[in-house]
C-alpha cells in the first residue's frame, strides 16, 4: 500500500516523490461502486467489481477460494443498493474499499469475506443468524465484533467505557482491530466532506488511540498513511513544508539514495549474495520529524534503502558486506532479528556513509519479515488454522501470534481497573510509549516492557498480583533496588518473599511505569488499613495479637532488654524495621576455651573486633592485667599490635567449642523481618547478645548480631537458616577493622 494520500483538507492526489516500486495502480472505487449497481453478476462468475480484490487476494494466496467472496459481494451489494455515502457515492464502494486494502496487505479469505459484509449487519436488515448460515460461525464473530465497533462512540463522556469494552469484544481475535484500521482508513481517505471541526476530532482520536494500536498490530503501512493524513489535518501548515520539501528534491538532478542503492548492489553482487535493493521513501510525517531532528535536509534525508533476501543468514551476510566494503556508523545498528520488538518487527538496522559526508539509512530483512513489517499481524494469515510446526512458539510472550504479549496484558489489566477514566487515563498513557524494551529472565524467558520501565513493572508483568511480595531483584547479576530503570536486553532476576501477607509501599507508585502495576498496586493501597488508625493502633489503640508478627518484633526486643537489664526497645506495629535499634549486651566477656601455647594457666579472651570462631585461625597478644586477646590472623588489629611491639603469643582452640560470634545479615526492608531473623536464630539454640540494625537505606537494611553459640560447628547452619529468611540477600561474618577505624 502507498503512503501517499490525498490530503483531506485541500483534496488532490500528492506528487509521488523519489524512485519507487512498481505498484499497483489506484482504484477507481466510485467507478468500481456504479458498476456494481448495473445488476448482480452471474453465479457462476465473479463480478466485475470485486474483480481487484481478487487480484490482490490471488497475489498472496494463489489457491484461494474465491466463491466465499462472490456470495459475500452479493449479499452485500444486494443489501447496502440505494444506500449513498456523505461524498455521494454509492455505499457498496466502502466495503469494497476496505476489503482492498486488506487483500493489498495479504489478509486470508475469512477476513476478506468479513469485511465485505462488515456493515450489512449495523446498517441493513441483514442479522447475524444470516451471516452464520451462509458463510459460518466464524465470519458470523468477525462481522459482529466489528458491528459492535463501529457502536463506539468516541464522544467525552462515553469514551472511556465504549473504548473499554470494544477492547473486550476485539481482544480475542485481533482481525476485527485490522477490520477497523481499514474501515478508518478508508473514510480518512474520504475525510474532505465533512466539516473541518467534525475532521479535527476524528482525526485527533485516529491518533490518540487507532494509530498507537495500528503500531502495535505492526501494521505499518496502514499506520504510515493514517498518521499522514492526521497530519494533514491537524497541521496543516506544516503539513504544506513538509510536501513543499518532498517536492523540491524530487526535482533535485540525480538521487544520491539511486547512487548508493546501486553501489550496495555491485558489492552484493561481487559477494554472490542474492538480494534485491530497493529505494524506500519517507512518508510525510517520517519527513517532518526528521527534518525537526537534524534541520536542514539533504538528498538522503528523504527515503531509506531496503535490502530483501531469502534466509535469515543472508541478513547478516549483507550486514557483514556493506559493514566491510563502506563505512558504517556504528551508533545506528540495532538488531531486531535475534530480539523482535513487540509487534512481531524484525529487521537489521545499520547506516553507511558517503564521501560526501550523507548518512544513508539501510533496513535488511527476508522477504517474509518484510511482509510482516508491513502488514503485522494481518499477514499472519488465519489463526484458528493448526500452526506449521517449525513456528510453533515456546516462549509464551508470543505463543499466540494473534495476540500479542501487550494485547494479553492490556486486556488483564483493564479488567483490573477500578473505574473506566482509570482504565482510560492508563491506556492513552500506555499507547503513548511507542517504544519497547525486551528484558530476560533467568530461565531463558523474556518480557516486554515500555521504555523506562523498571524493576516494579518486571516483577507486575511477570507475577501479577503475586508481585506485592517482592523483595528486590537483581539486575544482571547485581542487586539492585526496585524503582532501577531496566535496559533493553538486561537480565532481571525477581527476588520474591515467602510472606502473604507483604504488600507493597506506596513508594512503590512512584516507580511504576506501566498501567498493570499501576492498577495492582492502588487496589492493593485501597484494601489496606488507613495510616492513621495503623498509627493509632501503635500508639493507643488496641494491642497486635501476642502470636502476631508485629507483636513478635516488639517481643523480641524486649526479651533482649529485659535480661540487661534496659528498657525495652519499642517496635511499632506494621513497622517495616525498628531504625537505629541497638540490644545491649546480655552476658559478660567471652570466656571460650583457648589454650594458649606455653602458658596454660593464662586467661584468653576473644577480641570483640573480629570475633574469632574455631576453626579460625588465630593468634594471640598481651594486654594489661595479663589477659591474652585472641584475634582472627587476618585481622587489622594484628598488624597494629605487632608495630606496636606487643608480645605476641601461640594460641590453640580448646576442648569447649561454645563460642560467640558477630554476623552481618543485608536484606531488603520489609514488614516483620526482625521478627523472622530473631525466630530464625532462636530455633537453632543460638543465644543474642547484642543486635544493632542500622537505619534503612536505599530500601536496603543491615543488621549485625553478636551470638553465643553452644557449639561453633553450628555456625554454618545458623547462616543457611538466616539467609533462608525472606527478604535476607547474604549473611557474613563482620570482616576486621581496617587500621585507623
Excluded at 509464551?396 to 494479553?408: F, V, Y
Excluded at 543488621?703 to 547452619?717: C, E, M, N, S, V
Aim: aromatic residues 4%.
Amino acid at each position: 500500500m502507498s503512503a501517499d494520500a490525498t490530503n483531506p483538507a485541500a483534496p488532490g492526489p500528492v506528487a509521488p516523490v523519489g524512485p519507487r516500486r512498481r505498484a499497483r495502480p489506484r482504484i477507481d472505487l466510485r467507478r468500481l461502486g456504479r458498476a456494481a449497481l448495473l445488476g448482480p453478476a452471474a453465479r457462476d462468475r465473479l463480478p466485475d467489481a470485486i474483480g481487484h480484490v481478487a487480484e490482490a487476494h490471488r497475489a498472496h494466496f494463489p489457491e484461494a477460494d474465491l466463491e466465499p467472496l462472490r456470495r459475500a459481494y452479493v449479499l452485500a451489494e444486494s443489501s447496502h443498493r440505494g444506500q449513498m455515502r456523505k461524498s455521494g457515492e454509492p455505499y457498496i464502494t466502502h466495503p469494497l474499499a476496505v476489503t482492498l486494502i486488506l487483500a493489498e496487505l495479504g489478509a486470508e479469505t475469512t477476513t476478506l469475506t468479513a469485511s465485505l459484509l462488515h456493515d450489512t449487519v449495523e446498517d441493513t436488515d441483514v442479522t447475524l443468524d444470516q451471516v452464520r448460515e451462509q458463510f459460518g460461525e466464524e465470519v458470523r464473530y468477525l462481522v459482529d465484533g466489528v458491528t459492535k465497533l463501529e457502536k463506539v462512540d468516541y464522544g467525552a463522556a462515553a469514551e472511556p467505557e465504549t473504548f473499554r469494552k470494544m477492547l473486550v469484544a476485539t481482544g480475542s481475535d485481533v482481525r476485527v482491530m485490522s477490520i477497523k484500521l481499514a474501515d478508518r482508513l478508508h473514510n480518512m481517505r474520504t475525510l474532505g466532506v465533512m466539516r473541518p471541526e467534525k475532521q479535527a476530532r476524528i482525526a485527533k482520536v485516529t491518533r490518540d488511540v487507532l494509530i498507537p494500536l495500528a503500531e502495535r498490530l505492526g501494521v505499518q503501512a496502514l499506520k504510515t498513511e493514517l498518521e499522514d493524513l492526521v497530519f494533514a489535518i491537524l497541521h496543516p501548515e506544516e503539513y504544506a513544508h513538509t510536501r513543499e520539501l518532498i517536492a523540491e528534491n524530487a526535482g533535485r538532478p540525480g538521487d544520491p539514495l539511486t547512487e548508493v542503492a546501486e553501489q550496495v548492489r555491485g558489492v552484493l553482487r561481487e559477494a554472490d549474495v542474492p538480494a534485491e535493493v530497493l529505494v524506500r521513501p519517507r512518508h510525510f510525517v517520517s519527513v517532518h520529524r526528521v527534518s525537526r531532528k537534524r534541520g536542514r535536509l539533504r538528498g538522503c534525508d528523504f527515503g531509506r534503502l531496503l535490502v530483501l533476501v531469502n534466509e535469515d543468514a543472508d541478513c547478516y551476510a549483507v550486514l557483514g558486506e556493506l559493514h566491510t566494503c563502506m563505512t558504517p556508523v556504528v551508533s545506528e545498528f540495532k538488531d531486531f532479528i535475534a530480539v523482535p520488538k513487540f509487534n512481531l518487527y524484525q529487521s537489521l538496522h545499520t547506516a553507511v556513509a558517503r564521501e560526501d559526508g550523507q548518512v544513508v539509512e539501510v533496513l535488511i530483512r527476508t522477504h517474509q519479515m518484510h511482509k510482516v513489517a508491513e502488514a503485522g499481524v494481518v499477514a499472519l494469515g488465519n489463526p484458528y488454522a493448526p500452526p506449521a510446526e517449525e513456528h510453533s512458539a515456546s516462549d509464551g510472550e508470543r505463543a499466540d501470534p494473534t495476540r500479542p504479549g501487550w494485547l494479553s496484558r492490556l486486556l488483564e489489566w483493564q479488567r483490573a481497573a477500578p473505574d473506566p477514566d482509570t482504565f482510560w487515563s492508563t491506556l492513552r498513557e500506555d499507547l503513548a510509549q511507542d517504544r519497547e524494551i525486551t528484558v530476560f529472565r533467568p530461565d531463558g524467558g523474556t518480557l516486554g516492557l515500555p521504555e523506562g520501565a523498571t524493576c516494579v513493572d518486571a516483577a507486575y508483568a511477570q507475577y501479577g498480583e503475586d508481585a506485592h511480595a517482592c523483595i528486590g531483584a537483581r539486575v544482571n547479576g547485581r542487586l539492585a533496588t526496585l524503582s532501577t530503570v531496566l535496559k533493553d536486553g538486561d537480565t532481571v532476576q525477581l527476588l520474591m518473599g515467602q510472606d502473604p501477607a507483604s504488600e507493597p509501599s506506596e513508594e512503590w507508585l512512584d516507580h511504576a511505569h506501566t498501567p498493570a502495576a499501576r492498577i495492582a498496586i492502588q487496589r492493593r493501597l485501597a484494601t489496606r488499613q488507613p495510616a492513621a488508625d495503623r498509627a493509632q493502633d501503635a500508639v493507643g489503640g488496641a494491642a497486635p495479637a501476642a502470636d502476631s508478627p508485629a507483636r513478635a518484633d516488639s517481643t523480641a526486643a524486649e526479651r533482649a532488654a529485659a535480661d540487661s537489664g534496659t528498657p525495652p526497645v519499642p517496635v511499632p506495629a506494621g513497622a517495616a524495621l525498628p531504625a537505629g535499634l541497638d540490644v545491649p549486651a546480655a552476658f559478660g566477656p567471652d570466656t571460650a576455651s583457648v589454650v594458649v601455647v606455653g602458658r596454660p594457666d593464662a586467661a584468653a579472651r576473644l577480641a570483640g573486633c573480629c570475633t574469632p570462631v574455631p576453626p579460625d585461625e588465630i593468634t594471640g597478644f598481651a594486654v594489661r592485667g595479663g589477659m591474652v586477646t585472641v584475634h582472627r590472623v587476618e585481622c587489622a588489629a594484628v598488624a597494629r599490635m605487632r608495630n606496636a611491639g606487643r608480645a605476641e603469643f601461640g594460641v590453640r582452640w580448646g576442648e569447649t567449642a561454645a563460642c560467640r560470634v558477630t554476623l552481618l545479615a543485608e536484606s531488603f526492608g520489609r514488614p516483620h523481618l526482625l521478627a523472622d531473623l530473631t525466630e530464625a536464630i532462636a530455633l537453632e539454640g543460638v543465644e543474642i547478645v547484642s543486635a544493632t540494625v542500622a537505619p534503612p537505606a536505599q530500601q536496603r537494611v543491615r543488621h549485625t548480631y553478636t551470638l553465643q553459640l553452644r557449639d561453633a560447628a553450628g555456625l554454618p547452619a545458623l547462616m543457611r537458616a538466616m539467609r533462608n529468611v525472606p527478604g535476607v540477600y547474604d549473611v557474613s561474618r563482620t570482616q576486621p577493622q581496617p587500621p585507623g577505624v
